[in-house]
């Protein structure tokens, strides 16, 4: 049967989007939109990202809170840890759990570059286990309503808790030391209580394909998401890899060179994405994680080239 125009579409593999906290004026008045058309395709979470050190805490916070008051999709925020004592980590959290987030990514994040105070959390694994923490002092037990009794509310066995995703890096982390050491580290994040894995961008399925039995075979039972991004342009690929520390992908850096047009360099990057993500999913990939850098089109064009998304999504006015 024929949907009407502009209604929310349901996909049917898991999805979910990372947005940025806006840095200007026209990206913070454009975000109400972009979560929006983002909402109507029915993704798992929004998840948004967070400044290493805080630097973007209330503007974090303050997506967050859009996303809580437009939409019913729920939000994941993402935390780091890096330079923190444990009584500022845990004043971060407990003020996004008043804020009303359920979910959390919990990240290490990057030292500054010149160097900064060492924090007294030094992994991501130790932010899972805080997140645990507080939300455990906060809410100690659970309540079910009495039936018959609508004011009175009885305890119940079990406390409600969050859920904390955890980063992966199917083409290991820069920083580690030996070549499993970024296995270790996810083993360790879910011994201590992560529910899911999101991975870094990649460029290639069968570096997913590859990956995910070697986690597997480590001890890692975590659904492992990856993420894609659509790479547009040669200056955004060429920035994507200073920022995430990956390889050059030969192939797609070379098709973007070549190509002297910025629709061209555009569509490139979008089949590409829609390549990789088509070979992820037959690889037994259990969702998709776009990165949408607050630009909404090109990753709803890629879930759009798969069936996931009805191409209305894909219009302004869908909203
Ligand atoms: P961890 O998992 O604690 O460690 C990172 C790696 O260090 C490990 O994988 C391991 O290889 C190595 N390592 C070093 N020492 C040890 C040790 N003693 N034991 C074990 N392993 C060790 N950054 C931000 O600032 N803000 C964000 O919002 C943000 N979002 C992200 C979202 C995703 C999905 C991903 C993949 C990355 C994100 N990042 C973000 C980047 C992140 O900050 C960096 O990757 C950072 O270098 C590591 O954070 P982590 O949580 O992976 O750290």
Redesign the pocket.
């Given at each position: 049967m024929p949907q009407p125009t502009g209604s929310a579409a349901r996909a049917t593999v898991p999805i979910s989007f990372?947005l940025l906290p806006p840095r200007s004026p026209a990206v913070a008045a454009r975000m109400p939109a972009t979560v929006d058309r983002l909402a109507a395709t029915g993704p798992q979470f929004l998840?948004?990202?967070?400044?290493?050190g805080g630097s973007s805490r209330a503007a974090s916070l303050e997506l967050v809170q859009t996303i809580l008051e437009r939409t019913s999709v729920p939000p994941m925020a993402?935390?780091?840890c890096?330079g923190a004592t444990h009584t500022e980590a845990a004043a971060l959290v407990r003020q996004f759990l008043d804020a009303g987030v359920r979910r959390f990514?919990?990240?290490?994040?990057?030292p500054p570059k010149g160097g900064g105070p060492a924090g007294e959390l030094?992994?991501?694994?130790?932010?899972v286990q805080l997140i645990h923490r507080v939300q455990a002092e906060r809410e100690p037990y659970g309540e079910r309503p009495l039936p018959g009794l609508p004011a009175v509310h009885a305890l119940s066995g079990s406390r409600p808790r969050v859920e904390v995703?955890?980063?992966?890096?199917v083409n290991?982390?820069?920083?580690?030391?030996h070549a499993n050491?970024?296995?270790?580290?996810?083993l360790?994040?879910q011994a201590a209580g992560a529910t899911l894995a999101?991975?870094?961008?990649f460029f290639h399925a069968e570096d997913y394909a590859a990956f995910v039995p070697r986690a597997r075979a480590a001890g890692v039972t975590l659904p492992i998401v990856p993420?894609i991004m659509p790479v547009t342009s040669l200056a955004r690929l060429r920035r994507t890899l200073e920022l995430?520390?990956e390889d050059t992908p030969a192939d797609l850096a070379i098709r973007l060179e070549i190509e002297p047009t910025a629709e061209g360099q555009r569509e490139i990057g979008i089949a590409h994405a829609t390549d990789l993500a088509r070979g992820l999913l037959d690889a037994g990939a259990p969702a998709l994680?776009l990165y949408t850098l607050n630009q909404p089109d090109a990753a709803l064009e890629v879930l759009a080239r798969l069936d996931l998304i009805r191409v209305p999504d894909l219009l302004e006015d869908s909203r």
């Open positions: 990372e998840s948004v990202t967070y400044g290493a993402h935390l780091t890096v990514l919990a990240i290490r994040g990057d030094t992994s991501a694994a130790q932010l995703a955890v980063a992966a890096f290991g982390h820069p920083g580690s030391r050491q970024h296995i270790d580290a996810l360790a994040k999101i991975t870094q961008l993420g995430s520390g994680h």
